[in-house]
């Protein structure tokens, strides 16, 4: 689950259960060449490649925080370096998930909940140092996505009831609705060229979920 491209397409990052837990591995676009990651007692997931100019050598990823559905257990925020095999925890204390460098690499936005109901997107330093809180709701905010030019985020609230994906910029300023969308939409995800946003939204259905894939202009 959790499959991920590197930049250049060649290579995917994935979660793969293996002794009873989720460990991260990566392998060829062409399905060969796999290699376990994580040899760890914990679970992982929402793994992402290092930006282009990085040249794709890191993994950022969180610990499962949801081992004990409903409630939330605490999550770290880590970075892999494939090139040397070592593991660095970048953020932990508290439940942290959804990691997303920006494309420079100097920062990472990431969801943190902050009491039992509230989650918020937070930004840090590229060393996990300096959290502060960009969106300062008490809605559930997350779901963080760069626009690859680094000046805006995208990020799924209710802060209107239901989940619908908004934008800002990366100091937290500027907020503003991409479209006004019934339903359940979550994680974002830029076109190369940042005019366009794609995102998932879940609308109840016939005694189910009815799950569709959208797509909206941005007027930048």
């Avoid at 679970?43 to 950022?60: F, N, T, Y």
């Avoid at 840090?124 to 502060?132: K, L």
């Avoid at 997350?142 to 910029?169: C, E, H, T, V």
Wanted: hydrophobic residues 35%.
């Amino acid at each position: 689950m959790d499959p991920s491209p590197n930049p250049d397409g060649k290579r995917l990052v994935y979660i793969s259960v293996t002794a009873g837990k989720e460990q991260l591995f990566t392998m060829n676009a062409d399905t060969s060449e796999s290699l376990q990651i994580t040899h760890d007692d914990a679970d992982h997931e929402d793994p992402a490649w290092s930006p282009w100019s990085a040249d794709s050598k890191r993994l950022i990823y969180c610990t499962d925080d949801d081992l004990q559905p409903l409630h939330k257990n605490d999550s770290d925020i880590d970075v892999a370096d494939l090139s040397t095999g070592i593991i660095t925890t970048l953020i932990t204390g508290g439940v942290n998930t959804y990691p997303a460098w920006s494309p420079d690499m100097k920062h990472i936005a990431f969801r943190r909940m902050v009491g039992e109901m509230n989650s918020e997107v937070f930004i840090a330093d590229a060393d996990g140092g300096n959290a502060r809180n960009l969106t300062n709701h008490p809605a559930f905010d997350g779901w963080a996505a760069w626009s690859p030019d680094g000046k805006l985020i995208a990020f799924a609230s209710n802060r209107n009831a239901r989940y619908q994906i908004f934008i800002m910029k990366p100091d937290g300023t500027d907020v503003h609705l991409v479209a006004n969308t019934e339903g359940r939409a979550t994680v974002p995800r830029w076109s190369p060229d940042g005019k366009t946003l794609y995102f998932t939204n879940c609308v109840s259905k016939d005694y189910g979920t009815d799950c569709e894939i959208l797509v909206s202009k941005l007027p930048i």
